[in-house]
């Protein structure tokens, strides 16, 4: 095993931190602004994934302290079109997806053969950012046959 770049991992976790925090403001922004017929089940969803999001903030933030490190007070940007129809939600959803996705694959790859708890907890995170993947683009099929 080779040693662990704390520096790298920690500066890592914490934009992984800003990202997931600005997950929750996304999500709970877009809870809000469903409408229509389908309006209970999205703003479920939406709102999982922002109870989601500040859990994962959460665990990220264990992490960076177990580290040393000082977790981050700041959010990442968050792309707002002020489009609020559903389908433009959900591709700025699946767009977010993505970014967590690459982040979280950073991440394996800075502690690969250095810490096999970390190597976990970020594979973890990447099954769970491709399932979220898979079902944002499964919500959106509807709108590519319209």
Same mark, same amino acid.
């Given at each position: 095993?080779?040693?662990?770049?704390?520096?790298?991992t920690?500066?890592?976790?914490?934009?992984?931190?800003?990202?997931?925090?600005?997950?929750?403001?996304?999500?709970?922004?877009?809870?809000?602004?469903?409408?229509?017929?389908?309006?209970?089940?999205?703003?479920?969803?939406? #709102?999982?994934? $922002?109870?989601?999001?500040? %859990?994962?903030?959460?665990?990220?933030?264990? !992490? +960076? @302290?177990?580290?040393?490190? &000082?977790?981050? #007070?700041?959010? $990442?940007?968050?792309?707002? %079109?002020?489009?609020?129809?559903?389908?433009? !939600? +959900? @591709?700025?959803?699946?767009? &977010?997806?993505?970014?967590a996705?690459?982040?979280?694959?950073?991440?394996?790859?800075?502690?690969?053969?250095?810490?096999?708890?970390?190597?976990?907890?970020?594979?973890?995170?990447?099954?769970?950012?491709?399932?979220?993947?898979?079902?944002?683009?499964?919500?959106?099929?509807d709108?590519?046959?319209?």
């Amino acid at each position: 095993m080779r040693e662990l770049d704390r520096e790298k991992t920690i500066e890592l976790l914490n934009e992984i931190m800003q990202f997931e925090l600005a997950g929750v403001v996304r999500y709970t922004h877009y809870s809000l602004m469903v409408t229509g017929p389908n309006r209970i089940p999205i703003v479920q969803f939406f #709102q999982e994934q $922002a109870t989601e999001s500040l %859990t994962h903030a959460q665990q990220v933030g264990e !992490i +960076l @302290t177990g580290l040393e490190g &000082h977790p981050t #007070q700041t959010i $990442a940007p968050i792309e707002e %079109t002020f489009k609020h129809e559903l389908e433009a !939600i +959900l @591709t700025e959803s699946l767009n &977010h997806e993505r970014k967590a996705l690459d982040l979280y694959k950073e991440l394996l790859d800075v502690v690969h053969d250095a810490s096999i708890y970390l190597e976990e907890f970020a594979r973890g995170m990447i099954g769970q950012e491709e399932l979220h993947n898979i079902e944002i683009k499964k919500m959106l099929r509807d709108f590519a046959s319209s």
